[in-house]
């Protein structure tokens, strides 16, 4: 049977994904300056709020989304990764084994970096917790370099945009493998709290609203620093 466009991603799993791109390389970006270490913190933080939303959504979202249809697997990796040097290399309409294992490694990183980040930010911990946070991240820029480099390669092996189909949610795959709802509302919430947190941190609500998530994790923003 000919393969159709069919919708793969849901819009959550979208929007959650080009957070988490954006707040990573802009948390990574601020790392080092004084200046900005405000944004640096709060983009950690929005990391670490983005994995929970993820969590969620891993057991309540759509089929491709949910953790059950991308396990970790090692053998099916090897499977898989000896299957790209054949004629017929397998094709997932979901993650493929290897891009899961890259997944659950990146979630993993996001969660040690906030964790390490907030503990050092917060003078918990000595020393050692500033060279985890540093030594998490630097982990996770070489991941996220081999990912999108991965995701390049299988976009030429498969001949499909897969870049493409993360903006877009489509992908190729045959009539009944597709989702049926965008989940459009549960996205606009993810936004929704990811601008409030946003706002709040540069102090543009008014203060009717108030920022009680930011004000109490962060000391900097507190006035405390500094
Ligand atoms: C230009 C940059 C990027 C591109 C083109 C890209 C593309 C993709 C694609 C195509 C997938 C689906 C893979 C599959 O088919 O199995 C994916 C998944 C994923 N990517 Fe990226 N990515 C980029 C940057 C990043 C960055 C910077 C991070 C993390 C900081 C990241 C984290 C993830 C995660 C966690 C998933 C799993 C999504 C989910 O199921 O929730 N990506 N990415």
Same mark, same amino acid.
């Given at each position: 049977?000919?393969? =159709?466009?069919?919708?793969?991603?849901?819009?959550? %799993?979208?929007?959650?994904?080009?957070?988490?791109?954006?707040?990573?390389?802009?948390?990574?970006?601020?790392?080092?300056?004084?200046?900005?270490?405000?944004?640096?913190?709060?983009?950690?933080? %929005?990391?670490?709020?983005?994995?929970?939303? !993820?969590?969620?959504?891993?057991?309540?979202? %759509? !089929? $491709?989304?949910?953790?059950?249809?991308?396990?970790?697997?090692?053998?099916?990796?090897?499977?898989?990764?000896?299957?790209?040097?054949?004629?017929?290399? =397998?094709?997932?309409?979901?993650?493929?084994?290897?891009?899961?294992?890259?997944?659950?490694?990146?979630?993993?990183?996001?969660?040690?970096?906030?964790?390490?980040?907030?503990?050092? $930010?917060?003078?918990?911990?000595?020393?050692?917790?500033?060279?985890?946070?540093?030594?998490?991240?630097?982990?996770?820029?070489?991941?996220?370099?081999?990912?999108?480099?991965?995701?390049?390669?299988?976009?030429?092996?498969?001949?499909?945009?897969?870049?493409?189909?993360?903006?877009?949610?489509?992908?190729?795959?045959?009539?009944?493998?597709?989702?049926?709802?965008?989940?459009?509302?549960?996205?606009?919430?993810?936004?929704?709290?990811?601008?409030?947190?946003?706002?709040?941190?540069?102090?543009?609500?008014?203060?009717?609203?108030?920022?009680?998530?930011?004000?109490?994790?962060?000391?900097?923003? !507190?006035?405390?620093?500094?």
């Amino acid at each position: 049977m000919n393969k =159709q466009r069919i919708l793969v991603w849901d819009l959550p %799993t979208r929007v959650f994904h080009w957070l988490l791109a954006a707040s990573f390389l802009g948390a990574f970006l601020t790392a080092e300056s004084e200046r900005y270490r405000d944004i640096h913190v709060v983009l950690g933080y %929005t990391m670490l709020g983005l994995v929970v939303f !993820r969590s969620l959504w891993g057991v309540v979202g %759509t !089929r $491709y989304a949910r953790f059950s249809s991308f396990p970790i697997a090692p053998r099916r990796v090897l499977e898989y990764l000896k299957s790209l040097f054949t004629r017929s290399p =397998q094709h997932h309409v979901g993650h493929n084994p290897a891009g899961s294992l890259a997944i659950y490694a990146i979630l993993a990183l996001s969660v040690l970096a906030g964790a390490t980040g907030y503990a050092a $930010y917060n003078e918990i911990g000595g020393e050692w917790l500033a060279e985890l946070h540093e030594g998490a991240a630097n982990a996770m820029l070489g991941l996220v370099i081999f990912h999108i480099g991965a995701v390049m390669v299988s976009s030429l092996i498969h001949r499909e945009n897969l870049a493409a189909a993360m903006l877009n949610g489509y992908k190729k795959g045959h009539v009944g493998e597709g989702i049926r709802s965008k989940h459009r509302f549960v996205a606009a919430a993810v936004l929704l709290v990811a601008a409030y947190f946003w706002a709040g941190s540069a102090g543009l609500l008014p203060d009717a609203i108030g920022v009680p998530a930011v004000a109490a994790v962060s000391p900097q923003i !507190r006035g405390e620093h500094g």
